[in-house]
């Protein structure tokens, strides 16, 4: 019995793994537009200081935006991304994440 829920408990993991990274790139990219005033167009940042995007890892670009948006980081510039990760959706941030990850 406890084989089969070890067993069933990594296969919904990786099933919950698949649904993280189903953010639709081209929706990321038009979306992104807002983000390219801080971010770069091509995800490098054209402010110093600020992260650039392009290629970072997808999950850590949800994590990140989500944190912004429930105000879990506070530092520096945050009141700026915690406005701008206010207005976008669980898809938005997914695809927005997609996005700047297959960026290479």
Request: hydrophobic share 50%.
């Amino acid at each position: 019995m406890k084989k089969i829920v070890i067993g069933m408990a990594i296969g919904m993991g990786l099933f919950a793994g698949q649904a993280l990274a189903a953010g639709d790139v081209a929706a990321g990219q038009a979306k992104a537009a807002v983000c390219a005033a801080c971010h770069g167009a091509d995800g490098i940042a054209v402010i110093p200081g600020y992260p650039n995007l392009k290629g970072q890892n997808e999950q850590y670009i949800v994590s990140s935006i989500n944190a912004y948006k429930n105000k879990e980081r506070t530092g520096g510039l945050a009141a700026v991304m915690q406005a701008q990760a206010s207005m976008l959706s669980d898809a938005d941030v997914a695809n927005l994440a997609a996005y700047y990850a297959s960026l290479k």
